[in-house]
């Protein structure tokens, strides 16, 4: 379980790895462009019922720590995916990896 500090270090986000590295690929993408945006994801079972949304802009701190000290190999499939979802108006829309 990987973790998005956003904002100040005391919001904590978490996120299986996976979907976190891929997920920093397409915020580091749009960030690198100046574009803000949000993000929208179903909380864990283990979490209250119901989904987040956060907005991402170049002037708000963001920082990702894996658990797991390997990097893990990205899909380019899942990738397209959320930067798809990330050029619409409704912005990301975390949802799982589709494997073939």
Same mark, same amino acid.
């Given at each position: 379980?990987?973790?998005? %500090? %956003? $904002? ?13 590295? +891929? ?19 179903? +909380? ?5 019922? $119901? ?50």
């Amino acid at each position: 379980m990987g973790t998005m %500090y %956003y $904002g100040d270090d005391n919001t904590a986000l978490s996120f299986e790895d996976r979907a976190l590295a +891929h997920l920093k690929v397409v915020i580091a993408t749009k960030l690198r462009r100046g574009e803000s945006f949000t993000i929208t994801w179903t +909380h864990r079972p283990d979490e209250t019922p $119901g989904r987040s949304t956060i907005w991402i802009s170049p002037s708000i701190p963001l920082r990702f720590v894996f658990d797991d000290p390997e990097p893990v190999a990205l899909s380019p499939r899942y990738l397209e995916q959320l930067a798809t979802s990330a050029n619409s108006s409704g912005g990301i829309m975390l949802v799982e990896e589709q494997t073939e």
